[in-house]
């Protein structure tokens, strides 16, 4: 009964380039959020999807950044054009049912921009 | 979503019981208090959660006042793994991570 996957643990992009982070919900698991923790600072919420839906992305960049849960496959939060502020570790967590079912965290993904 | 206040660190020896207590004065009736713990850069980890009444579980208890406006997680023999961040967290629409309680086991 594997956990929530994240890939690849650790990523390293120049300026300019794109990032795609994967996140493989826990089984049975149809609600992905999103969370970025920026170095020696506190986590915060991104976004949060459902299969093939975006409910909450209040927490999301304007420009550059977005995020997808398809029907089939992982759920993707992808950066583009990076730059250095966008270093961090960005954090996926699923659950079966929405909030109040609490929340089980993957190991993240550490991204450097250099 | 209600606002918490914890302590920034505390300090525990090895063997001790640890109790680390939040405030929550704004909390709604209908709101959860969730307790993770995130060790050294990995992913956060579940604690415990509970409503009205005090819960125990394998890792820790949670004891909430009556008034539910604090609440406090114990540790009841807080070894040096559980060195961590300790984020309580009042649920309603999402988690929404404070600045926590940085907890360190002395030996």
């Known amino acids: 009964n594997a956990g929530v996957m994240q890939n690849p643990r650790h990523l390293v992009r120049r300026r300019g380039q794109e990032a795609r982070l994967r996140c493989s919900p826990m089984?049975?698991?149809?609600?992905v959020y999103w969370y970025r923790q920026l170095p020696e600072e506190g986590l915060k919420f991104m976004v949060y999807?459902?299969?093939?839906?975006?409910?909450?992305e209040s927490g999301m960049p304007k420009e550059r950044f977005s995020a997808e849960f398809p029907k089939e496959g992982p759920s993707i939060l992808r950066i583009q054009q990076v730059v250095r502020g966008d270093s961090a570790a960005y954090f996926c967590?699923?659950?079966?049912?929405?909030?109040?079912?609490?929340?089980?965290f993957g190991s993240g993904t550490r991204l450097t921009v250099v | 979503d209600a606002k918490t206040t914890q302590p920034t660190s505390m300090d525990c020896a090895e063997g001790r019981a640890a109790n680390l207590p939040c405030n929550h004065s704004?909390?709604?009736?209908?709101?959860?208090v969730y307790w993770y713990r995130q060790i050294h850069s990995q992913g956060p980890q579940y604690i415990i959660h509970g409503l009205k009444n005090n819960e125990t579980n394998e890792m820790a208890s949670l004891i909430i006042t009556e008034d539910r406006k604090s609440s406090t997680l114990i540790l009841p023999h807080a070894t040096l793994r559980d060195t961590a961040v300790y984020y309580c967290?009042?649920?309603?629409?999402?988690?929404?991570f404070g600045t926590g309680t940085r907890l360190t086991i002395i030996p």
């Open positions: 089984k049975g698991h149809s609600h």
């Open positions: 999807l459902q299969k093939e839906n975006i409910i909450d």
């Open positions: 704004t909390i709604s009736g209908n709101e959860y």
């Open positions: 967290i009042v649920l309603n629409e999402k988690l929404t």
């Open positions: 967590a699923s659950s079966p049912g929405g909030h109040f079912l609490g929340y089980t």
